[in-house]
């Protein structure tokens, strides 16, 4: 090495660094695709991520209402938002079965693949963009960069209060 190298390596190991440990808030998110769209839940509002299963059909219910699961010894309703988030109907095949718990409501969620779950820092969730339809600026509450993709973050509770308005049912029950 160089006698300049090593004086600069010498100056830096003789340096007192301190590291300073910064404690972040951090939450846990969902990340899912639906009809091709990309989209996350608060890790807090999903209770179980379940492998696809049999949904058996009930009549006389809303679109919206794909049908009921057996979970875990009870019935459980199972809801389609494809509808809710401006989203092409998808094709039955294997889907995942989110089991979401709000405030007012629990249901399984149809969707069409589980990316990840994964701890992010909350100042890296950003402001919905103020371009969403106006179903979309309803439920969506913020936009999370993974990567080089873009999540539109849903509140779980939000999801719910919009399918209970349109679906006939009266969220104020």
């Known amino acids: ?25 951090q939450c846990s998110l969902v990340l899912f695709k639906l009809a091709e769209k990309k989209f996350a839940f608060y890790g807090s509002q999903i209770k179980e991520i379940m492998a696809e299963r049999p949904v058996s059909w009930v009549p006389g219910c809303p679109p919206s209402l794909e049908g009921v699961i057996n979970y875990r010894g009870r019935v459980e309703s199972v809801i389609n938002i494809n509808q809710l988030l401006d989203t092409p109907a998808t094709e039955a095949g294997k889907r995942t079965i989110l089991i979401g718990r709000g405030q007012k409501m629990q249901s399984g969620i149809l969707v069409d693949k589980l990316i990840d779950v994964l ?10 963009a103020d371009n969403l339809s106006a179903t979309m600026q309803k439920i969506v509450v913020g936009i999370v960069p993974v990567g080089s993709e873009y999540f539109a973050l849903l509140d779980l509770d939000l999801v719910f209060a919009r399918y209970l308005e349109t ?7």
């Open 167 to 173: 679906s006939g049912y009266d969220s104020r029950a």
């Open 119 to 128: 701890e992010v820092a909350e100042s890296q969730i950003h402001p919905a």
């Open 1 to 25: 090495m160089s006698e300049q190298l090593e004086h600069i390596l010498s100056h830096y190991q003789d340096e007192n660094r301190e590291i300073t440990n910064v404690d972040e808030p």
